[in-house]
């Protein structure tokens, strides 16, 4: 497991980045459902460039972002109430 890890809760909904794996592609953001994904102005991926961040009050853990991130730098848990 990555050693810098961002994460954000939210009710039911666990969001993490592990910025050591990110590449800053973008597929992820190109395909969230809700556009509640965006590049980090503080956050370095990989290659230095840009991890990307969550707006975990707009998620709605559906895991798309997780399925589409070629590096599985993206994990999306979502408990049941």
């Known amino acids: 497991m990555s050693s810098r890890v961002n994460e954000k809760k939210a009710g ?3 969001w993490a980045n592990f910025a050591d794996y990110c590449k800053g592609c973008g597929l992820c953001i190109q395909k969230c459902p809700k556009k509640c994904l965006k590049f ?7 290659y230095g ?3 990307v ?29």
């Open 12 to 14: 039911t909904i666990t």
């Open 40 to 46: 980090s102005s503080e956050t370095l991926g990989y």
């Open 49 to 51: 460039t840009p991890a």
């Open 53 to 81: 961040d969550c707006d975990i009050d707009e998620c709605i853990g559906c895991g798309i972002c997780e399925l589409n991130c070629p590096d599985s730098a993206i994990e999306v848990e979502k408990k049941k109430q």
